[in-house]
């Protein structure tokens, strides 16, 4: 949305999702691409799930003060999720979902996210990678700064 005026394409993208639009226009995609007709209506069908379910859990109490995504991507290509060399093949019923935001206020036990792997052993390494990933802290974390416009 080049040149538009980012509230308004804010809220372009907003209608976009909660209409169901956007989800039509990507299942069309996708039919185009030689997948399922029926992605919008029924894709938790079509899509594989982990056999390891659970969540991350936060080791303190706090406010989440910094996120590394760097972090966050290595631990996702461990599990699978990403390629680590082209011939790599990605699984799509592994990674992270339900993350913690920047400035959340948390306590010991509460999840950071879900993980989703293939195994009880890489499900505790991407568990142990996602908590160093997670900065929590006493004080909220000031917001992000916004360029507003261009000088």
């Known amino acids: 949305m080049q040149g538009a005026d980012p509230v308004d394409a804010a809220d372009k993208v907003t209608v976009a999702i909660s209409s169901g639009a956007a989800m039509q226009k990507f299942a069309a995609m996708i039919t185009a691409l030689g997948?399922?007709?029926?992605?919008?209506?029924?894709?938790?069908?079509?899509?594989?799930?982990?056999?390891?379910?659970?969540?991350?859990?936060?080791?303190?109490?706090?406010?989440?003060?910094?996120?590394?995504?760097?972090?966050?991507?290595?631990?996702?290509?461990?599990?699978g999720g990403g390629r680590k060399v082209e011939t790599d093949r990605i699984n799509p019923a592994v990674g992270l979902t339900q993350m913690v935001g920047l400035g959340d206020q948390i306590n010991a036990g509460d999840p950071l996210c879900v993980l989703h792997a293939t195994d009880e052993d890489t499900a505790i390494a991407a568990a142990e990678a996602v908590r160093k990933a997670i900065t929590i802290g006493e004080q909220v974390a000031p917001g992000p700064l916004i360029l507003k416009e261009v000088i």
Do not use: C, F, K, Y
């Open 35 to 79: 997948g399922p007709p029926d992605m919008a209506e029924d894709w938790r069908t079509h899509l594989p799930q982990a056999p390891v379910v659970g969540d991350v859990t936060a080791p303190v109490a706090g406010h989440v003060t910094a996120i590394d995504g760097e972090a966050l991507g290595l631990a996702v290509v461990s599990l």
